[in-house]
T-cell receptor
Framework: GQQVMQIPQYQHVQEGEDFTTYCNSSTTLSNIQWYKQRPGGHPVFLIQ?????EVKKQKRLTFQFGEAKKNSSLHITATQTTDVGTYFC??????????FGTGTLLAVQP | NAGVTQTPKFQVLKTGQSMTLQCAQD?????MSWYRQDPGMGLRLIHY???????DQGEVPNGYNVSRSTTEDFPLRLLSAAPSQTSVYFC????????????FGQGTRLTVV
């Protein structure tokens, strides 16, 4: 079946450094969503990308959807300790059956 | 506005016991799902529902049953708990339009001994 791989599995950065996580699919995706889960918390929706080559920004976060709609990335500029958590990509279809990637755990050292 | 409510928050079961994890949403969402989260494996879809009376299997459905008698409720049943079902379980709901965000409950941490 369709699979989405996320890399890296874990990333440790110094506060102020940049961070990027990648989501790669073997097949074309209709859309991609990104979620953040704080330690001990539940996933919270960040954004959805639908169009080929789409780029969206939320303050220090930049989200991209590849031209072929097979990959996506989340980039955080100048990380802060509040960015700590696990970032998941997820893809869905018309039935809203969401399948999640394996996630990237971000640790930020002050 | 409560959103998605899961109960209980924590549960310890003995192998072979049965239990039901409750999930309720007050947003009139058509789509509801159950996920389990295990270290290093992300969120895996167990079962989902596209509306009252309609359910379907996800990626890891074995050992779990669901039903959807109302729009608001989507309980998950473990008929005979096994240690492999030790996990954190999340319920989620999504609105009726395609490609919309999922709202998650606070999660249930289940330990089977």
């Amino acid at each position: 079946g369709q699979q989405v791989m996320q890399i890296p599995q874990y990333q440790h950065v110094q506060e102020g450094e940049d961070f990027t996580t990648y989501c790669n699919s073997s097949t074309t995706l209709s859309n991609i969503q990104w979620y953040k889960q704080r330690p001990g918390g539940h996933p919270v929706f960040l954004i959805q990308l639908v169009k080929s080559g789409e780029v969206k920004k939320q303050k220090r976060l930049t989200f991209q959807f590849g031209e072929a709609k097979k990959n996506s990335s989340l980039h955080i500029t100048a990380t802060q300790t509040t960015d700590v958590g696990t970032y998941f990509c997820a893809y869905g279809g018309a039935t809203n059956k969401l399948i999640f990637g394996t996630g990237t755990l971000l640790a930020v050292q002050p | 506005n409560a959103g998605v409510t899961q109960t209980p928050k924590f549960q310890v079961l003995k192998t072979g016991q049965s239990m039901t994890l409750q999930c309720a949403q007050d947003m009139n969402h058509e789509y509801m799902s159950w996920y389990r989260q295990d270290p290093g494996m992300g969120l895996r879809l167990i079962h989902y529902s596209v509306g009252a009376g309609i359910t379907d299997q996800g990626e890891v459905p074995n050992g779990y049953n669901v039903s959807r008698s109302t729009t608001e409720d989507f309980p998950l049943r473990l008929l005979s708990a096994a240690p492999s079902q030790t996990s954190v379980y999340f319920c989620a709901s999504t609105g009726s339009r395609a490609n919309t965000e999922a709202f998650f409950g606070q999660g249930t941490r289940l330990t089977v001994v």
